[in-house]
């Protein structure tokens, strides 16, 4: 029967798209030569092993939200679920190369992107689990089928292609969910005051002085107005 090895050998962006994806590089390897993979079919889960590496006092205030108070870590950090992912590998001998696509969001109520957004450096290790199908030919010629169960490998993601991969697709952008009823106020707000931008409105805002004229900030020339489609939880960037 076939013996599985899994092993991450890298990560990287993936060509410019409708959204950010990570490609992470997988290798497998079937340590029994006797039989010929006709096919594998797997799932991949992973998990951000946020226990395992140190952090820096500014990378501790912002992941609070995470953990809780950095003194009770050693009873609330634990593995996170990142994402699940699939792949589908073809007929091979031996070794053979996957992409795992990865895709990405700026949404801070998923706890995955407050975490990457959190770490300022040094790698983040990550877990992954593999399950699934091995199609192979037994020696009779016959196409079996044996369950993939067990398998696991550790890959140490440097978060700066985290944030390489989101920079290329929302430049100096970071993205805020609002209930819909929060977010009539804010707009009514920044059309009351005539402020030209999200950002404006914000600033005011959080200098609680809401009678003041608002800051006229110099734009960058590829800065523009985001178009607003309503929807239950509405997002504005800033």
Known sequence: MPNLEFQITGVEAAPPGIAPVLNFHLAVNNRSLTEEVRAVMLQVEIQIQAGRRNYNSREK??????????????????????????????????????????????????????????????????????????????????????????????????????????????????????????????????RQRGIPSWDEAVELLLAGDTKKEPRRRKTDQNERELPFTARENTTVTA
Not at 105 to 115: E, G, M
Not at 141 to 159: N, R, S, Y
Request: aromatic letters at 16%.
């Open 61 to 190: 205030e912002k992941l609070c939200e995470i953990f809780g108070p950095p003194e009770r870590w050693s009873q609330t950090i634990r593995n996170r679920l990142w994402t699940v992912t699939h792949a589908k590998l073809g007929k091979f001998s031996g070794t053979t190369k996957a992409i795992l696509p990865v895709a990405c969001t700026f949404d801070l109520n998923v706890t995955a992107t407050k975490y990457f957004y959190g770490i300022e450096d040094g790698p983040v290790p990550l877990q992954f689990g593999f399950k699934g199908t091995v199609f192979y030919a037994a020696s009779d010629g016959w196409l079996q089928a044996q369950p993939i169960q067990d398998k696991e490998c550790v890959f140490p993601m440097p978060p700066r292609v985290w944030r390489e991969t989101l920079d290329e697709h929302f430049p100096n952008s970071a993205w805020l969910s609002l209930h819909r009823d929060v977010f009539d106020r804010l707009y009514a707000f920044k």
